[in-house]
Structures are given as C-alpha cells and as structure tokens.
C-alpha cells in the first residue's frame, strides 16, 4: 500500500541502531540511526575520527517480500574531510515512502574516489492508527465502544469505512462510513464515534478499510474487541473527555468515575516513549486535570489513565 502510512495505539517503536565503533573507511563510524520523528525519517550519525574522508551519501530504497531496492539518494552531506574529534551530522528524509518499509543506509566516501556502505537499517512508516476500546458502565446494556483513528499523511482517499461482525456468528457489517480529508500532509483525526450496538459476549471484530479515488479499496486495520467477558454489575464507571483536541499547549481531561481513587496519568508518544506522568487524588466523581504540554512536538499522542484496577487510553492530537 502505498499512499496512507499507520500508527495503531498498541505501536510498536520502529528504530534500530547499526554501527556503533565499527571501522568504516575512510572514517570510524560512531552510531548509525533512523527513526520517524515530527513527520519525517530523522536520520542520524557520528564519526569518532576522519582522514580524508570527502562526503557522506545517504541513501533509501523499499523493501518489499524480503527485497530491497533500486536505491536512490535522499542527500549528501559534506565531511569534516580530517578530523580527531567527534562529528555528528543530521539529516530529515520528508520524501519517505509511506506504507511501506524504507530500507537506509549510508556511503562514507573517500576523496579517491572509493566509498564503504554502513549497515542497512529499516524504518516501518506504517502510520494510521486505529483505536477501538469499551467503556463500562454499571449495566452491561449500557456499555459503548468508541472508535476513532487518525492519519499523519493521505493521499488520493476517497473515504473511510468501519465494519463489525463476530467470526463466524455475525457477518461483517458497516458502521461507520465518513470522506476522507482526500490529500492532506497534516495529522486528521477521525471520531471518536461509538458503537452503540456491540455483541456483547462475543469477540468482536472491528476492521478499518480505506477506498482510494481511483475505487481500490484497501483493509488498513483490524482489532479484535473482546466482550465475553463483559461485567454487568461493574460499579467503578471511570471515564474521561477531552477538549480542546487536537490542542496546542495545553488541553482539559474531564475525568469521571463512580467512587474516589488514585488516578495515574501517563503520556506516551507514537514509539512508546513515556512523555510525562503524573498522580492525582481525586476525592470526588468528578476531576478537571489541566494538561500542559507546551514543549511537546506536533504529532499523534497516547493518554494512559489507571484508577482501582481499570485502565482507559485516549488519542491525542498536537498541532502547532
């Protein structure tokens, strides 16, 4: 697929490292890294020493049923040419191809001429994500799934569509049907939107599908929502809106629950890093958590909050 990249909730951070004090000539070649970062690939290297080393060759090519290439140049970069010291260089590769994984590696090249090839390291830009979790309420009739996913890049998409069915039981049928932004090299949010008919006691099979402009309809994602087990005497109702989001510096969770507890705030990024945490007391049903994140970079985001045993995650949007 190769015109929408993905990032599901449960992501998996997509960076390997390559190098690290391996002697490359005509250059010691420090760490070799790559990773998304801010809505392109960052890609990152040093060298502990130079000697008459002349330029620095990055390169990308798509690795497709475990073959890689042509290649072809994303940048060069000019060399210390002779040096003792430790050199670092800083490149951002915004002509990536999405969907796809993006094989790269780096050519250190001699000023005669003659060059030696780095490591290949690969970076997974498979960048929508797709969201769907339950909220609990004290009747099990009352229970909703909330469903949404985002894009950080889209392309010739026509529209988006959600199917729900239980394997086996319930054929697949379409919940939700929205038009896409179509192109668009900004973050969309989609939702959330809820499903209000679930089958409860079954696992439920949600499945998220794009129709691209030229009618190539193409399955992005697909999540399995268990509900076998839903409780129907649940008495710790633990929600949370959020608004404004997407926000710019600073945004409100209005945080809802039947008792009083501990609450744990975790935010993560796209690749499982945790961004801040904090711990709250709260003595009521209702708490107003001002969230502050004035320093962090526009992209998608992931809200852990954790209270008596449950656990709920939200999406967040940044945007600057």
Same mark, same amino acid.
């Given at each position: 697929m %190769?015109?929408?990249?993905?990032l599901i909730f449960f992501f998996i951070p997509?960076?390997?490292?390559?190098?690290?004090?391996?002697?490359?000539?005509p250059a010691e070649l420090s760490y070799f890294k790559a990773s998304w970062?801010?809505?392109?690939?960052?890609?990152?290297?040093?060298?502990?020493?130079? *000697?008459?080393?002349?330029?620095?060759?990055?390169? %990308?090519?798509?690795?497709e049923q475990g073959a890689i290439g042509p290649y072809e140049v994303v940048a060069e970069v000019q060399a210390a040419g002779s040096s003792a010291e430790i050199k670092e260089y800083t490149i951002n590769?915004?002509?990536?191809?999405?969907?796809?994984?993006?094989?790269?590696?780096?050519?250190?090249?001699?000023?005669?001429?003659?060059?030696?090839?780095?490591?290949?390291?690969m970076v997974d830009i498979d960048y929508v994500f797709f969201d769907c979790h339950n909220i609990f309420f004290p009747k099990k009739e009352d229970n909703r799934v909330v469903i949404s996913w985002g894009t950080i890049y889209e392309a010739e998409i026509d529209s988006f569509k959600v199917t %729900?069915?239980?394997?086996?039981?319930?054929d697949d049928e379409v919940i939700i049907a929205v038009k896409a932004k179509g192109n668009s090299d900004s973050t969309e949010l989609y939702?959330?939107?809820?499903? *209000?008919?679930?089958?409860?006691?079954?696992?439920?099979k949600y499945q998220l599908f794009i129709k691209m402009n030229s009618g190539e309809e193409i399955k992005i994602s697909l999540m399995v929502l268990d509900l076998?087990?839903?409780v129907s005497d649940r008495s710790e109702n633990f929600t949370c809106t959020i608004a404004p989001n997407p926000f710019t510096g600073s945004t409100k969770l209005n945080i809802q629950t039947l008792q009083p507890g501990n609450i744990s705030i975790e935010l993560y990024d796209s690749y499982g890093t945790l961004i801040l945490s904090d711990n709250i007391q709260?003595?009521?049903?209702?708490?107003?958590?001002?969230?502050?994140?004035p320093n962090i970079p526009t992209g998608i985001y992931y809200l852990n909050l954790e209270m008596n045993g449950i656990t709920r995650q939200e999406i967040l949007s940044i945007s600057r």
């Open positions: %190769r015109y929408l990249t993905m997509f960076l390997l490292f390559a190098g690290n004090g391996k002697k490359i000539c970062q801010d809505e392109s690939v960052k890609i990152d290297w040093a060298t502990n020493s130079e *000697e008459n080393t002349d330029k620095f060759v990055v390169k %990308r090519a798509v690795a590769d915004t002509d990536f191809i999405p969907g796809a994984e993006n094989a790269y590696k780096l050519e250190i090249h001699d000023k005669d001429g003659s060059f030696e090839t780095s490591e290949i390291l %729900r069915g239980v394997q086996g039981v319930y939702g959330p939107f809820i499903d *209000e008919s679930p089958y409860y006691g079954y696992a439920n076998i087990n839903s709260n003595t009521g049903r209702e708490y107003i958590y001002n969230l502050m994140a």
